[in-house]
């Protein structure tokens, strides 16, 4: 075989190499909750939402904010993040597809998401509504001829539960038991940073200089009525 010929095959092979390092999805961060101080008001739901999307999702505030906007549904906003993640496709593409009717599942099918980035490694068995979505997940790893599919919310119920499983380090068994009260990904991840962070220093030094603790104590109540986990963190 000629040098010419030989030099052509590793060219090709480095290149076929790089294409596949390019193709694998971008890992979740784990456990990475942090308190985000005066710069975010711990009251500010929205700027909350945005930030901590930020972090875990490893994208610009200003890319979260921009895109946010087009969900009227927090859920489906923490699953268009992601699609974009765990997938080389464009966030327009992504879109596009959802405005035209796509269902979650089928555009992660097409856009290359692997079927086992929504799924978390439970203790024991899964808690409703997460359970029929477990039973097919297991059927689908023992034969790989099992039509798996999901349904919109089976997936934005699995995306929720891994990102507060990833983020904050929970138990996944906490997380689904957080998710089952139906309580909407903006309320579970914001609600959880306050729970964390709420007596920050820089945080409460922000609220008592500016006086914004409207509404809070309703809503931290209930949280803490069905939130007893302070020993449940992994």
């Known amino acids: 075989m000629s040098r010419r010929r030989v030099a052509s095959i590793v060219l090709a092979g480095t290149m076929l190499v790089g294409l596949g390092a390019a193709a694998v999805p971008a890992k979740a961060a784990v456990n990475v909750d942090i308190s985000f101080g005066a710069r975010v008001p711990i009251n500010d739901d929205h700027r909350l ?26 859920d489906d906003q923490q699953v268009f993040f992601f699609m974009v993640r765990n997938s080389n496709a464009n966030p327009q593409m992504i879109y596009d597809l959802r405005r035209h009717g796509m269902s979650w599942f089928r555009i992660s099918q097409r856009v290359g998401v692997p079927i086992d980035a929504f799924f978390v490694d439970l203790n024991g068995p899964a808690f409703p509504p997460f ?57 579970l991840t914001v609600q959880e940073y306050r729970h964390r962070h ?24 209930d949280w803490n009525q069905d939130h007893p986990h302070d ?4």
């Open 49 to 74: 939402f945005v930030n901590i999307n930020s972090r875990y999702f490893d994208r610009d505030p200003y890319f979260v904010d921009l895109w946010s906007a087009r969900f009227q549904n927090p």
């Open 131 to 187: 359970d029929h979505a477990y039973v097919r997940y297991d059927r689908y790893h023992r034969n790989p001829h099992f039509n798996m599919a999901l349904n919109d919310i089976d997936v934005r119920n699995l995306v929720v539960v891994r990102m507060m499983t990833d983020y904050y380090g929970m138990r996944p068994e906490q997380a689904m038991r957080l998710r089952a009260s139906g309580r909407d990904a903006r309320f």
């Open 198 to 221: 709420e007596n920050d220093r820089a945080d409460n030094d922000h609220r008592n200089d500016h006086g914004h603790d409207h509404g809070r104590n309703d809503h931290d109540r």
């Open 231 to 234: 020993n449940d963190h992994r």
